[in-house]
């Protein structure tokens, strides 16, 4: 089992719609989770960063978190065509005193006109 | 002005040829990784350097040897390449603590072996 599920997708919505994104995790030791947007051909980029169980509100993008369950989520609304991109979950790990990434496997959406 | 550059973008070769990636970054972090991402988009850490020592080595084979000549540089060499090592190899960077959880990504180097 991958430390971090999330489906691949590809998910295609109408301009507009509001997006739902979801991974879940398996360890509970895992402390802060972020939201990633990678671009075709491109590096990612950090999108959001949560901490805390809850709900954390950016423009038209919401993380949230609920550790009980270890599931994350990442809401758009009203999607953009500029917002086709690949969204990667990812949480931290602590590994000999230093923090690594581990992603998701990456959700592939796409907003047409 | 490009805060974490990679070369080069793309390589093409043959089955048991040796290459390498260079990268920079200009943001005066202390810390630099490699990522690979396989076809399906799977993103996974290889490497990690912190002010030039190794901190993060992963199950990945010797054929990998990464190399970090002084903090704002990290280089990866793959030996006697095979077909399975074809995938986006990216570097990134980030401050030491990475308490954000951001890395800075480059924009990716594609190998493809043939």
């Known amino acids: 089992q991958k430390e971090v599920e999330q489906d691949p997708g590809p998910l295609s919505v109408p301009e507009g719609a509001i997006v739902s994104l979801n991974c879940t995790y398996s360890?509970?030791?895992?402390?802060?989770f972020m939201w990633y947007r990678q671009y075709s051909r491109k590096g990612p980029e950090l999108l959001m960063y949560?901490?805390?169980?809850g709900n954390k509100e950016d423009g038209r993008f919401t993380a949230q978190v609920d550790k009980s369950s270890k599931y994350i989520s990442l809401f758009i609304r009203d999607s953009q065509p500029s917002d086709s991109a690949t969204y990667l979950c990812?949480?931290?790990?602590?590994?000999?005193?230093?923090?690594?990434?581990?992603f998701g496997a990456g959700t592939r959406l796409a907003v047409h006109p | 002005d490009t805060a974490v550059s990679q070369t080069p973008k793309y390589l093409v070769t043959q089955m048991g040829n040796d290459k390498s990636i260079k990268c920079e970054q200009n943001?005066?972090?202390?810390?630099m990784y490699w990522y690979k991402q396989d076809s399906k988009k799977f993103l996974k850490i290889m490497f990690s350097?912190?002010?030039?020592?190794?901190?993060i080595n992963e199950t990945v084979p010797n054929r990998f040897s990464p190399k970090s000549p002084d903090k704002a540089h990290l280089n990866l060499h793959i030996n006697s390449l095979e077909l399975g090592d074809s995938a986006v190899y990216f570097c990134?960077?980030?401050?030491?603590?990475?308490?954000?959880?951001?890395?800075?990504f480059g924009e990716g180097s594609r190998l493809t072996v043939l």
């Open positions: 350097y912190n002010n030039k020592e190794l901190i």
């Open positions: 943001l005066g972090h202390d810390t």
């Open positions: 990812a949480t931290n790990l602590l590994s000999g005193g230093y923090n690594k990434l581990i």
């Open positions: 990134a960077s980030s401050p030491r603590d990475l308490n954000t959880g951001e890395l800075f």
């Open positions: 360890n509970s030791a895992f402390q802060y």
């Open positions: 949560t901490y805390s169980s």
